[in-house]
């Protein structure tokens, strides 16, 4: 592949899709020590007690995942479908915090950087996406997005069997 071609793929999506890592590297943060935390929040709930040492793990491996997804986006276009996914785990994600503080009546760790990055970050992935992939292929990608969203939220609520 000569240098042009690979200019205009990763033209297709941008630069700004390196904000995705670091708006998750913001809410992690923002989970992990806002407020009494997203740990204590659940335990306060009668949660499962994740220790921090698990939860910054699972994270980091999310981490990982969307700097590689961005990564994978700006090199070719055939791997602009991951965005898709990465884009309905931030919208919902962002949507989950939001819900959760106005269910409680208070700040749940999370809701800020939901609402400054997660949200808009996670549609303007999916708008952008939408446009550049097939049909059939987006669907398939928001509905693994959809899936791995409900697969996390599961673990955050009643725990996990491996830790």
Not at 1 to 18: F, S
Not at 59 to 67: C, K, M, P
Not at 108 to 122: D, E, F, K, Q
């Given at each position: 592949?000569?240098?042009?071609?690979?200019?205009?793929?990763?033209?297709?999506?941008?630069?700004?899709?390196?904000l995705l890592p670091a708006a998750y590297?913001?809410?992690?943060?923002?989970?992990?020590?806002?407020?009494?935390?997203?740990?204590?929040?659940?335990?306060?709930?009668?949660?499962?007690?994740?220790?921090?040492?698990?939860?910054?793990?699972?994270?980091?491996?999310?981490?990982?995942?969307?700097?590689?997804?961005?990564?994978?986006?700006?090199?070719?276009?055939?791997?602009?479908?991951?965005?898709?996914?990465?884009?309905?785990?931030?919208?919902?994600?962002?949507?989950?915090?939001?819900?959760?503080?106005?269910?409680?009546?208070?700040?749940?760790?999370?809701?800020?950087?939901?609402?400054?990055?997660?949200?808009?970050?996670?549609?303007?992935?999916?708008?952008?996406?939408?446009?550049?992939?097939?049909?059939?292929?987006?669907?398939?990608?928001?509905?693994?997005?959809?899936?791995?969203?409900?697969?996390?939220?599961?673990?955050?609520?009643?725990?996990?069997?491996w830790f």
């Open positions: 592949m000569n240098e042009g071609t690979a200019t205009r793929r990763a033209a297709l999506i941008g630069r700004w899709v390196w590297a913001c809410h992690v943060m923002e989970e992990a020590y806002g407020g009494s935390g997203l740990i204590g929040w659940m335990i306060e709930r009668g949660g499962p007690r994740q220790p921090m040492a698990v939860f910054l793990g699972i994270n980091l491996v999310g981490f990982a995942s969307t700097g590689v997804a961005a990564w994978a986006a700006r090199r070719s276009s055939s791997w602009l479908w991951p965005l898709a996914s990465a884009g309905t785990i931030l919208f919902m994600n962002g949507l989950s915090h939001v819900a959760a503080s106005i269910a409680m009546r208070y700040y749940v760790s999370g809701m800020w950087t939901g609402i400054a990055l997660y949200i808009p970050l996670g549609a303007a992935l999916l708008l952008r996406v939408r446009r550049l992939v097939r049909p059939r292929i987006f669907w398939a990608a928001v509905g693994a997005g959809f899936l791995i969203h409900a697969a996390v939220l599961w673990i955050a609520v009643f725990g996990s069997p």
